[in-house]
């Protein structure tokens, strides 16, 4: 439920941020009390993390696009109620690109089945699907091509969000182990008794820490509008979606058997946070950027 907020806000910010005040003032309102809800079109079946490459196709006619194509693995797809959708209006490569606002009723726009995920099963995510589907110009944020540029923008937000989330889930993990340690008694004695664990413990509870101020450090960066803020904001991302699964892993094994068991949280949260790795740019993506701007720096 956390993560739809958190794509939906990311949606928010890209209207309020590259919208002009008609469209500010017709989707932001609702949006904002969450009497609304908004949804993130980037990725396609063919085009993940080389995202430049999309096909969903926009093609001018007079005061509308005509939109043809689909996306895949779209959070909260088909329920929520606004979709910010990245399409080609020009040639190929990302400044060809634009971004179109839809909302749900649209004639053309439809969905897929309900994806049958490992975790994250709160969250519904479906393909979205675009046949013939007619968007006034009007519903255009910012100018033909520059709908990239809003995209990775937008996902600077949306990796401090979906490592936040992971920072949570790492949490609550590194206080069920603790006191799954305390209360659980072999050969005899508390598990807190025996130093491997206790040593295994203190590496959690560090590496939480870590990785809290890494996203603290790239959320002020990002507010700042520092030069900085997107390499910032894949390092957070890349180390605490790492480290945070790890704990929640960690976490597990301590658990023994009982980790394994659905009547133990330890296991959701290892359920759910595993997509996080993957999702707002592949881990693989953010050591890419970051080796970029150190090479280029």
Same mark, same amino acid.
């Given at each position: 439920?956390?993560?739809?907020? =958190?794509?939906?806000?990311?949606?928010?910010?890209?209207?309020?941020? $590259?919208?002009?005040?008609?469209?500010?003032?017709? $989707?932001? #309102?609702?949006?904002?009390?969450?009497?609304?809800?908004? =949804?993130?079109?980037?990725?396609?079946?063919?085009?993940?993390?080389?995202?430049?490459?999309?096909?969903? =196709?926009?093609?001018?006619?007079?005061?509308?696009?005509?939109?043809?194509?689909?996306?895949?693995?779209?959070?909260?797809?088909?329920?929520?109620?606004?979709?910010?959708?990245?399409?080609?209006?020009?040639?190929?490569? #990302?400044?060809?690109?634009?971004?179109?606002?839809?909302?749900?009723?649209?004639?053309?726009?439809? $969905?897929?089945?309900?994806?049958?995920?490992?975790?994250?099963?709160?969250? #519904?995510?479906?393909?979205?699907?675009?046949?013939?589907?007619?968007?006034?110009?009007?519903?255009?944020?910012?100018?033909?091509?520059?709908?990239? =540029?809003?995209?990775?923008?937008?996902?600077?937000?949306?990796?401090?969000?979906?490592?936040?989330?992971?920072?949570?889930?790492?949490?609550?993990?590194?206080?069920?182990?603790?006191?799954?340690?305390?209360?659980? /008694?072999?050969?005899?004695?508390?598990?807190?008794?025996?130093?491997?664990?206790?040593?295994?413990?203190?590496?959690?509870?560090?590496?939480?820490?870590?990785?809290?101020?890494?996203?603290?450090?790239?959320?002020?960066?990002?507010?700042?509008?520092?030069?900085?803020?997107?390499?910032?904001?894949?390092?957070?991302?890349? $180390?605490?979606?790492?480290?945070?699964?790890?704990?929640?892993?960690?976490?597990?094994?301590?658990?023994?058997?009982?980790?394994?068991? /659905?009547?133990?949280?330890?296991?959701?949260?290892?359920?759910?946070?595993?997509?996080?790795?993957?999702?707002?740019?592949?881990?693989?993506?953010?050591?890419?950027?970051?080796?970029?701007?150190?090479?280029?720096?």
């Amino acid at each position: 439920t956390l993560l739809l907020l =958190s794509c939906s806000s990311m949606c928010v910010w890209m209207i309020d941020t $590259f919208g002009n005040e008609e469209q500010r003032h017709r $989707f932001c #309102p609702s949006l904002c009390s969450m009497e609304k809800f908004a =949804s993130y079109c980037l990725t396609e079946p063919g085009s993940g993390s080389d995202a430049a490459s999309l096909l969903t =196709s926009a093609q001018r006619k007079g005061d509308t696009y005509v939109l043809n194509g689909s996306k895949a693995f779209i959070s909260g797809g088909g329920d929520t109620d606004v979709y910010v959708v990245m399409c080609r209006t020009g040639g190929p490569g #990302p400044k060809g690109i634009s971004c179109l606002v839809l909302e749900k009723g649209t004639p053309g726009l439809s $969905f897929g089945k309900k994806e049958k995920k490992v975790g994250w099963n709160s969250q #519904p995510t479906r393909a979205v699907i675009f046949e013939d589907c007619v968007v006034p110009v009007g519903n255009r944020l910012g100018a033909e091509g520059q709908g990239f =540029s809003i995209a990775m923008k937008g996902l600077n937000g949306g990796r401090i969000n979906i490592a936040s989330c992971s920072l949570g889930a790492a949490h609550a993990s590194v206080l069920l182990a603790q006191e799954h340690l305390t209360v659980r /008694k072999q050969f005899g004695e508390p598990l807190a008794n025996n130093q491997y664990l206790q040593f295994r413990l203190a590496e959690m509870a560090t590496r939480l820490v870590a990785a809290r101020l890494m996203v603290r450090n790239a959320a002020r960066a990002l507010q700042e509008g520092r030069e900085d803020a997107a390499v910032l904001c894949s390092m957070a991302k890349l $180390f605490a979606t790492d480290e945070c699964f790890a704990i929640c892993n960690q976490a597990l094994q301590m658990h023994g058997g009982y980790g394994y068991l /659905k009547d133990y949280a330890v296991q959701q949260f290892v359920r759910d946070i595993r997509v996080h790795q993957i999702l707002e740019g592949t881990n693989e993506v953010m050591r890419m950027i970051v080796a970029r701007n150190l090479l280029q720096g």
